[in-house]
Structures are given as structure tokens and as C-alpha cells.
């Protein structure tokens, strides 16, 4: 399915899709850019849901979900920073201009930095699991501050407010048609490799126990 969505979005924007006003053909990282942020939250989402039902039951798959979540989490905030630089510096010509959504991405990567190296201090202490969780849900809790709340605060050089004269989001049918196939394709991707990390943390499991 993440092939079939990826070739959809690809022939939407090569055939179909126009430059978004105001953006250029900077604004085909749009396609890029909106699919890994979206991963990344729902990455974080279901690592603090992973985190409450390992708190729950103690249950070690549920520790291994949380944790695989987290890292691909992190790893996708890491690309959308980095596709947000990339257009930062086509739409307004520097990598860091210091705007809100760049801000609040930074604190956010720092705070999942933190809980891997909060994990590895830990290691296999009594309780570490548990502690682990806990920091997890907390993080999730907060994700919504910083990637809805902070950005919205304050004024931000953001496309949503300068994609068109009326400072409103403003995509066509089949932008957002390529748009909607490029997060199917994006979502699809996470779900491969958030079904692959399980399987490892799992076989993990195996083999310690085999040893």
C-alpha cells in the first residue's frame, strides 16, 4: 500500500498539482514535509497509549511497543526539521529564523532525546521500565503544547499564514488530493516500520530468554 500511495502522490504532483501561491515550487516539499510531521505525532501519540497500557499490565510487548514508537518518532520529528530547514531557506532564505514552529520542534526533540538517555542510564535497574513509561506519558501529554499551542501563540513566518494574501491556509482539490495520498503513503511507511521494530524488540525477548 506504501508503494501504490507513494506513485499516487508522485503522478498528483508531477501531472496534476500547481505551485501553492505565495510558495513557488518550494512548495513541493509540502508533499514531504506534512506526511513526516504527521507520522511523528501519531508516533509519540501511540508511544504514551503504549506507555498507560504497559503501566497497566506490565506487560514487556507493551514496553517494546512504546519504546519503538519513541524512536521512530524521533527519527521522523529529525526529517521534518530538517525538510522544514530545507524550505526555510527556499521560502525565506536562511535554514533558522528563529520562528516559533522551529522553536518548539527543537524543545520537542530535545525532551525525546532526554528519555533515551534517560533509558540507557537506566538500564536494567528495578523499576526502569516503569520509570521509562511514566516519562513517556508525560511526554505525550505535552506534545500537543508544542506542536498545536506554541506555534499558534505567537506570530510565525509559517506558510499557514502566508500561503495566500488572506493569511488562510488555501489548497486546491488537488493539492489536497496529493496531499491526502502522500500521508496515506507517509502513515504506511510508519506502520511497516513500527510492525519491524516490534518484531525485533520481540525476537530480542526470545533470545534472551533462550540464553
Known amino acids: 500500500m506504501c508503494a501504490v500511495f507513494s506513485c ?3 503522478l498528483m504532483i508531477i501531472v496534476v498539482v500547481s505551485p501553492a501561491e505565495g ?3 518550494s512548495s513541493v516539499l509540502l508533499y514531504l514535509h506534512v506526511p513526516l510531521a504527521l507520522c511523528a ?3 509519540f501519540v501511540l508511544s504514551g497509549l503504549n506507555a498507560f497500557l504497559y503501566l497497566r499490565n506490565q506487560s514487556d510487548v507493551r514496553a517494546d511497543a512504546s519504546y519503538a514508537a519513541a524512536r521512530l518518532g524521533l527519527i521522523f520529528t529529525v526529517l521534518t526539521t530538517a525538510t522544514g530547514a530545507l524550505w526555510a531557506r527556499l521560502a525565506w532564505g536562511s535554514f533558522w529564523n528563529n520562528d516559533p514552529r ?3 520542534i527543537v524543545f520537542l526533540l530535545i525532551v525525546y532525546t ?3 538517555a534517560l533509558r540507557s542510564a537506566l538500564g536494567e ?3 526502569a521500565k516503569r520509570i521509562s513509561a511514566v516519562y513517556l506519558m508525560f511526554s505525550a501529554a505535552i506534545m500537543p503544547f508544542f506542536v498545536f499551542v506554541v506555534p499558534r501563540i505567537y506570530p510565525s513566518l509559517h506558510p499557514d499564514t502566508i500561503i495566500n494574501g488572506s493569511r488562510t491556509i488555501f489548497l486546491t482539490g488537488g493539492m489536497r488530493v496529493a496531499l491526502a495520498f502522500s500521508a496515506c503513503a507517509g502513515l504506511s ?3 511497516i516500520l513500527y510492525t519491524f521494530e516490534k518484531r525485533l524488540a520481540c525476537l530480542s525477548h526470545i533470545r534472551k530468554d533462550s540464553i
Open 23 to 25: 510558495l513557488g515550487d
Open 114 to 116: 532526554a528519555y533515551f
Open 102 to 104: 522551529e522553536t518548539s
Open 125 to 127: 535497574k528495578p523499576g
Open 189 to 191: 511507511l510508519f506502520m
Open 41 to 43: 505525532t501519531v508516533s
Open 8 to 10: 499516487a502522490a508522485a
